[in-house]
């Protein structure tokens, strides 16, 4: 009986070990040019190792940490109740009595008792619904957003210029900063040989054009900026033409408000960034900052947030405009980023000092990064996006 069994199994053992060759080899038949053939086993590769990126878990997760949500939250949620006389300094405009407002007579839950202006009951039905809007949107991390970039900016821009049909992306992208030692360079030429040009926060470039060029396309500024403008006789913040486009990022919530009275007499877009792109860029900055304080000081990077106000801490606007400009560009080139010790901060100003809210030295690390074009791989953004070719000039 055993060694009825055995002769049983010996077939089966047979065939298990054929499986096990054939899913090992690989059967090839090569035809000689006389035609004759023969066999060739060949083993089979293994699936290649997909690339892990090298990116640190612990600062991931601090990175993508927001220890002012509690804050913001908060702040978000006494504007959309009416509340503007708790913003201080920061609060809008608006709330000053050019709209007759009342902010000393109001309900137990903040909203005021009189809202005088039918005009501004337009405006606060946008404001509540631009605002929770915002802050919805900016709860949810979307990796994806900056392949949606040119369809959110140049879509909007192109349709305002009339151009039908055009490429999806700009050819070429100059991104200007403000620095400096765009004094020493004779970069304007360079610049304005751009398709589209970037420039930030309305610096003037009225009597630099040798060094900054002249030609403006897109003006990239935050949300201080326009409520700065906003202040003015007709909300004019047109530095660069009144047919420029303006792209913002919202610094205060308040500042929606400024938003939608200045929207209403732009003649060019003014488009506020995807508070979901907004989200990407703090959390890229913050985990540089933190991979360069636990690289520096050999500290925890627990220890980052007090050593870096981590309540204000806030990326550059800089910065934004050039994870901006990747998205919407084939090519980018990036000027007047950099500090040197015989250089004002701004060329158009006198400033010296740097911000203290942002990490500089960080950012030049993610620009380092981005350099390898293509084959940049960033913290937090989505494997599908391809970086394109960045250059910066020195």
Not at 40 to 58: C, D, G, L, M, V
Not at 207 to 234: D, P, Q, W, Y
Request: aromatic letters at 12%; glycine letters at 6%; proline letters at 4%.
């Amino acid at each position: 009986m055993y060694h009825s069994m055995k002769r049983t199994l010996r077939p089966l053992y047979t065939v298990m070990l054929l499986l096990v060759l054939a899913g090992t080899l690989t059967l090839r038949v090569v035809l000689h040019q006389n035609g004759s053939f023969y066999l060739r086993y060949e083993i089979a590769s293994a699936p290649p190792t997909p690339k892990i990126p090298p990116f640190n878990q612990t600062l991931l997760r601090f990175a993508a940490l927001d220890v002012a949500e509690a804050k913001l939250k908060k702040e978000i949620e006494d504007l959309l109740e009416g509340n503007f006389a708790s913003r201080g300094r920061q609060r809008s405009f608006l709330s000053s009595g050019k709209y007759h407002i009342d902010v000393r007579l109001r309900t137990s839950r903040g909203m005021p008792l009189q809202l005088r202006s039918p005009e501004f009951r337009r405006l606060w039905q946008s404001f509540r619904r631009q605002l929770s809007d915002w802050s919805r949107n900016r709860r949810f991390f979307y990796p994806d957003i900056m392949s949606e970039l040119a369809n959110e900016i140049k879509a909007s821009i192109d349709e305002f210029n009339g151009v039908k049909g055009s490429r999806p992306k700009y050819r070429s992208c100059a991104v200007v900063g403000n620095s400096g030692i765009l004094l020493k360079s004779d970069y304007g030429g360079k610049i304005d040989s751009h398709e589209a040009v970037i420039r930030l926060n309305n610096a003037r470039i009225r009597g630099f054009e040798r060094n900054v060029g002249s030609k403006t396309n897109i003006s990239f500024a935050n949300s201080n900026i326009l409520h700065l403008c906003a202040r003015r006789e007709g909300c004019f913040c047109h530095p660069y033409g009144m047919n420029v486009a303006m792209v913002m990022y919202i610094c205060q919530p308040a500042h929606f408000l400024d938003y939608l009275v200045c929207n209403a007499s732009h003649k060019s877009p003014l488009i506020v960034t995807d508070p979901r792109f907004d989200a990407l860029c703090a959390r890229i900055v913050k985990y540089y900052s933190l991979k360069r304080f636990v690289t520096m000081t050999g500290k925890d990077a627990a220890e980052w947030a007090a050593f870096h106000d981590a309540d204000n801490f806030h990326y550059s606007s800089g910065m934004q405009a050039v994870m901006l400009a990747l998205g919407v560009c084939e090519r980018v080139s990036v000027f007047g980023f950099g500090k040197s010790k015989a250089a004002r901060h701004h060329y158009h100003t006198n400033q010296k000092a740097e911000l203290s809210l942002h990490d500089y030295e960080a950012e030049y690390e993610l620009y380092g990064d981005l350099m390898e074009g293509s084959g940049a791989v960033v913290p937090y953004v989505s494997d599908k996006f391809n970086f394109p070719p960045l250059v910066m000039y020195h």
